[in-house]
């Protein structure tokens, strides 16, 4: 094993073992996050969805299962369980689009394992998780069908874009829709912010388990995620000292 292999190894079990630990002590020590208003309006938004009889569209991107741009569509991924959970008891459930085959069907299996979860077996159907297109351009041609034939009031999308994003999250405001938008790439946040109503900066993807309230294993790695970053700022700040301390000698 080469030495960055190793160090990737150990920096993965440190990871793991800050998991662990926040998660024991998720009880005795409860999270305390910064508001981020987006998911503060996107809950109001799937209960007033609820209420009118009207649809959530979760949109996970066009990025693939397999590759870095995954991480963003299973933030998404996440995200859906806590959405398909609230629009349970909706007469319209919550309907998701992909631009990858692979990435359907883990949508379909979160959707038909979370319905079980509640009760509500019978809301699943195998066409509420859809693939709408092999390439960006053509997923993002077949977003306006399904915001006007599904009845959709929330329009989220969580995942991989690229400059498709500006398209996919036009479509929603041109049909007055609730618009958030999220991803990792910063050519489509920028684009997201430019024309969302309710944009994710940076790394906020990242957190909307954590913040929509899915579990405590997404509240343990936030958590891990935070102290490991005030601990990568504290080794950058010693060896700037010693490096200044060091210059003259």
Do not use: C
């Amino acid at each position: 094993m080469t030495v960055s292999g190793l160090q990737g190894l150990v920096a993965l079990a440190i990871f793991v073992a800050l998991m662990v630990g926040f998660l024991a002590l998720d009880q005795r020590w409860p999270a305390h996050f910064r508001r981020i208003p987006a998911f503060d309006a996107l809950r109001q938004a799937i209960e007033r969805a609820i209420e009118a009889g009207e649809r959530v569209h979760v949109s996970l991107g066009t990025g693939s299962v397999i590759g870095p741009e995954s991480a963003p569509a299973l933030a998404g991924l996440a995200a859906l369980t806590r959405i398909a959970r609230a629009t349970s008891i909706s007469d319209r459930p919550v309907v998701v689009t992909t631009g990858d085959g692979a990435m359907a069907i883990l949508a379909r299996d979160s959707l038909r394992s979370t319905y079980q979860e509640v009760g509500a077996s019978e809301l699943y159907e195998p066409t509420s998780g859809r693939m709408l297109g092999a390439t960006p351009l053509s997923y993002a041609a077949g977003l306006p069908a399904v915001l006007a034939n599904e009845h959709v009031s929330v329009h989220v999308l969580s995942g991989a874009f690229g400059v498709e994003a500006g398209l996919a999250a036009d479509f929603g405001e041109r049909a007055k829709l609730f618009v958030i938008g999220g991803t990792d790439d910063v050519q489509a946040q920028a684009l997201f912010y430019a024309v969302a109503q309710h944009p994710l900066i940076g790394e906020e993807i990242f957190a909307s388990g954590a913040y929509l309230d899915v579990g405590t294993m997404h509240r343990a790695s936030l958590r891990a995620q935070d102290f490991v970053r005030i601990g990568l700022i504290i080794l950058i700040l010693l060896g700037v000292i010693f490096q200044t301390l060091e210059g003259p000698l």
